[in-house]
């Protein structure tokens, strides 16, 4: 590992279980620059569970699900964030923290879901059902926020659906997320036709091949797999709760039915555990590297500014579900 500066060279440690040595050596003059600018910057990086090890495990601050990052960028106190994951998850952060800059390193780091539906969809769907509660994903725009009354996630989606105390609600724009949950629940769910492009990809005989080549196997799967997925899987939930799985039970054969950085991320704290690796990789979140991260911070770009018409009520449909 010669030739290499000490802060970087110290973190390989973290990640030799899923990055090699050969390619390490890639990274460490960005590691170091982005470690430099955050203290110049007054800035921390946010970094979804989807990141890539030398984002998630070198340079990130403050990593989780969607829901997690919500939460925790709330408290931050510098000045600037970095979101190291897709627009909606940096709207977010900007809605939570109107006062600060928030950066997203790539503009083009979106997501199948939030493409999937409108404003004026939600509008038609309020039209359609009268009176009936829109809770929203938080993979949406701002503006599609501002038209409902309550977001979600996968991580609270089910306690989101039974907090508002009515018969049915209109769970939008994930088809199999609203199913998955209205499998949970006596709440009548009124589903939108959006998927994640990642996850509507895997199959139950995905899930019964794995199982015959890899005996013992205990299969985990993300919430936004459509229901006969699910179905087949041991455990559902959220990018976090599959790794408070990992953690808890400590399975000795696992897969994880979700992005391929998951795997990686989450072996790095359990080498005891064996991670059988197929998986989706989501080319929204592969935009995000550490050289535009570096370059984000460089050139403070770019920010995230949500019209002030909108940001109001968008903001409101966060804090109500952080409220839950
Ligand atoms: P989580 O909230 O479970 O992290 O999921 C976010 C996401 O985009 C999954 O595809
Ligand atoms: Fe969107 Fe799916 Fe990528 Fe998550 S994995 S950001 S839901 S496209």
New binding site residues.
């Given amino acids: 590992m010669s030739g290499i500066s000490p802060s970087a060279a110290a973190l390989y440690s973290r990640v030799e279980k899923v990055i090699p040595a050969i390619e390490w050596p890639v990274f460490t003059d960005d590691i170091d620059a982005i470690l430099r600018l955050k203290r110049e910057r007054n800035a921390v990086i946010l970094a979804?569970?989807?990141q890539t090890p030398e984002i998630f495990h070198c340079v990130a601050d403050i990593v989780?699900?969607?829901?997690?990052?919500a939460r925790k960028a709330m408290d931050v106190e510098a000045d600037v964030i970095v979101l190291a994951?897709?627009h909606f998850?940096a709207e977010t952060a900007k809605l939570l923290n109107p006062g600060k800059t928030v950066l997203i390193p790539d503009m083009g780091a979106g997501?199948s879901?939030a493409d999937s539906i409108t404003p004026d969809d939600v509008r038609l769907m309020r039209q359609r059902y009268p009176g009936v509660p829109i809770v929203t994903y938080?993979?949406t725009s701002a503006a599609v926020k501002a038209e409902s009354d309550i977001c979600c996630?996968?991580?609270n989606a089910k306690a989101v659906v039974e907090s508002l105390g009515v018969p049915r609600v209109i769970m939008l724009p994930d088809e199999y997320l609203a199913q998955n949950i209205a499998a949970q629940t006596d709440v009548e769910i009124i589903a939108w036709k959006g998927h994640?492009e990642?996850?509507e990809r895997f199959t139950p005989e995905d899930i019964r091949e794995l199982r015959a080549a890899h005996p013992g196997l205990t299969v985990l799967a993300?919430?936004?797999c459509p229901p006969d997925v699910v179905d087949e899987a041991d455990f559902a939930?959220?990018?976090?709760?599959?790794s408070d799985y990992v953690g808890t039970v400590k399975p000795a054969r696992v897969v994880l039915m979700?992005?391929c950085s998951m795997s990686d991320n989450v072996a790095v704290d359990h080498p005891d555990v064996e991670f059988i690796r197929p998986c989706n990789l989501?080319p929204h979140?592969k935009r995000i590297t550490l050289a535009n991260i570096r370059t984000a911070l460089e050139e403070m770009r770019h920010p995230v500014t949500i019209e002030p018409e909108l940001s109001g009520r968008a903001r409101l449909a966060v804090e109500r579900m952080l409220a839950v």
């Avoid at 989780?64 to 990052?69: C, I, K």
């Avoid at 939930?237 to 599959?242: D, F, H, N, P």
């Fill in positions: 979804h569970n989807y989780g699900d969607s829901l997690a990052l994951g897709v998850m997501c879901l938080v993979n996630t996968s991580g994640c990642v996850h993300h919430p936004e939930g959220s990018t976090a709760a599959m979700t992005e989501c979140m």
